[in-house]
């Protein structure tokens, strides 16, 4: 890539802020991100200044403008634009690190040099102005055009900085397509244990990232070691050989497949990365040498529980992840009851979610009975849509009678009714009942309202 050639069109606001900086006597660029993203034709969702001016003159020359102060002690001055926030940061050189994660003191350089050698990967340490061009030091250019996150400098200093480096680098890695450097993959793997330095927030915010990624399975299985520090039961599907014609690869390998089909969704990529977690703890070996996994999907909800718990997911995230673990294997049995049965329990818009799980599972088993089982899985698409089309009576608030409707019968015990409830919905589910009001109470009528009914209920 030639640096020379290259030109970076940024945004009016940032040309105004650049241009102020300047018509006051200082240098002023974008930074970092923003000018990768630019050059790799992304996305750009923040776009950073960096200045040689000091942040009081940062904030004397934005003075008549909304600023953010939060930072400041830090280098860094927020200027509000229309609306938007655009950090402005002082070239500035990282004190020691004592934790891992954050410099014990910050200090301000002139020189932009000194700025762009202290951040992390080549790719991002790059600066550049109308003025004067690409500023490329490190050569992070050459590295976005080969595919390659490179440290600056040297790779051990970088990561003992900080820790969180390790997971950024992991997850540039699996975003962008891009092969680690040697010498930075190798300390990646010799002080992933500064992992445990850094909050679990931290590391969770790129964990999905990289989970998302479009071929999450290649970092995974390269760099397990490292998701071994913050999730230790991977560890035991690796190498599990699983006995069973209906498999082909052992339980690592299944799951790594399987995660790369299912579609990028959040919940559905974890719930394929936990959706066996718990098969090597629940093998058998029977009397024909074929391997069982009894209840792995029932004992995985409790351990995906444990652990996305334990790395502080919301709770509505771990309920439904959970959900779809545990149902996973509870889709073999097509009858319309059946499923929704299990809508009921995870709820009718979940069930896409819990299909899509089936079908990733399906397609990174052996071929052997393949059509068979997508044949079903088909049939068992059709028959959630057609659920979702009629509107179909579910759970007990679909029902086109309620616990008001049986008490102006004359029914007044509240377990009674509950009970009368819960049979009418079953009487619907199994088609034996139409959902229409006259038809339910007409029901009851016949069931629960004749004296012996009503005298035995109190």
């Given at each position: 890539m030639n640096k020379n050639n290259i030109v970076i069109d940024y945004p009016e606001n940032v040309r105004y802020i650049i241009n102020k900086l300047a018509n006051a006597g200082f240098d002023a660029y974008i930074v970092g991100g923003c000018v990768r993203d630019?050059?790799?034709?992304?996305?750009?969702?923040?776009?950073?200044?960096?200045?040689?001016?000091?942040?009081?003159?940062?904030?004397?020359?934005?003075?008549?403008?909304?600023?953010?102060?939060?930072?400041?002690?830090?280098?860094?001055?927020?200027?509000?634009?229309?609306?938007?926030?655009?950090?402005?940061?002082?070239?500035?050189?990282?004190?020691?690190?004592?934790?891992?994660?954050?410099?014990?003191?910050?200090?301000?350089?002139?020189?932009?040099?000194?700025?762009?050698?202290?951040?992390?990967?080549?790719?991002?340490?790059?600066?550049?102005?109308?003025?004067?061009?690409?500023?490329?030091?490190?050569?992070?250019?050459?590295?976005?055009?080969?595919?390659?996150?490179?440290?600056?400098?040297?790779?051990?200093?970088?990561?003992?900085?900080?820790?969180?480096?390790?997971?950024?680098?992991?997850?540039?890695?699996?975003?962008?397509?891009?092969?680690?450097?040697?010498?930075?993959?190798?300390?990646?793997?010799?002080?992933?244990?500064?992992?445990?330095?850094?909050?679990?927030?931290?590391?969770?915010?790129?964990?999905?990232?990289?989970?998302?990624?479009?071929?999450?399975?290649?970092?995974?299985?390269?760099?397990?070691?490292?998701?071994?520090?913050?999730?230790?039961?991977?560890?035991?599907?690796y190498g599990f050989e699983q006995h069973n014609r209906h498999h082909d690869k052992d339980v690592w390998k299944h799951t790594l497949c399987a995660l790369d089909i299912v579609e990028c969704d959040l919940e559905e990529r974890m719930a394929v990365l936990f959706h066996d977690i718990c098969k090597p703890q629940t093998f058998y070996i029977d009397s024909y040498g074929v391997g069982h996994f009894t209840n792995h999907a029932v004992l995985g909800e409790a351990t995906v529980a444990e652990i996305l718990t334990r790395l502080k997911y919301p709770n509505k995230f771990i309920k439904t992840v959970r959900e779809l673990v545990k149902y996973h294997e509870s889709l073999r049995d097509i009858r319309p009851t059946n499923l929704i049965r299990i809508a009921q329990q995870i709820g009718l818009p979940n069930m896409?979610?819990?299909?899509?799980?089936?079908?990733?599972?399906?397609?990174?088993?052996?071929?052997?009975?393949?059509?068979?089982?997508?044949?079903k899985y088909y049939e068992k698409k059709a028959i959630i849509e057609e659920l979702k089309n009629n509107k179909s009576c579910i759970t007990l608030k679909d029902m086109a009678l309620n616990g008001k409707d049986i008490m102006d019968l004359g029914i007044e015990n509240g377990i009674l009714i509950g009970q009368i409830l819960q049979t009418l919905l079953n009487e619907i589910i199994e088609k034996r009942l139409d959902n229409k009001k006259d038809d339910l109470i007409e029901f009851v009528k016949d069931n629960y309202t004749n004296p012996s009914v009503n005298a035995h209920s109190q």
């Open positions: 630019s050059i790799m034709r992304r996305e750009i969702h923040d776009w950073d200044i960096t200045t040689n001016a000091l942040p009081d003159e940062v904030e004397n020359c934005f003075k008549n403008f909304n600023l953010i102060l939060s930072g400041k002690k830090h280098g860094t001055v927020a200027v509000v634009i229309e609306g938007q926030v655009y950090e402005i940061t002082t070239f500035r050189c990282d004190g020691t690190y004592l934790d891992n994660r954050h410099p014990q003191k910050v200090e301000f350089t002139c020189a932009l040099e000194e700025d762009l050698k202290r951040r992390d990967f080549t790719v991002n340490a790059m600066a550049y102005s109308e003025k004067k061009g690409l500023i490329d030091p490190f050569d992070g250019g050459k590295d976005i055009a080969n595919g390659v996150i490179r440290c600056v400098g040297e790779p051990e200093k970088r990561f003992t900085e900080d820790a969180l480096r390790i997971m950024r680098a992991l997850r540039f890695s699996a975003v962008f397509g891009f092969k680690i450097d040697e010498a930075t993959s190798d300390a990646i793997l010799k002080l992933s244990g500064l992992l445990l330095n850094i909050s679990v927030e931290r590391i969770v915010t790129e964990f999905n990232q990289i989970i998302c990624s479009q071929q999450p399975s290649t970092i995974l299985d390269k760099y397990r070691s490292v998701f071994y520090r913050f999730i230790p039961e991977l560890k035991p599907l896409d979610k819990l299909l899509e799980v089936n079908r990733s599972d399906i397609l990174a088993q052996s071929d052997f009975m393949r059509d068979e089982k997508m044949r």
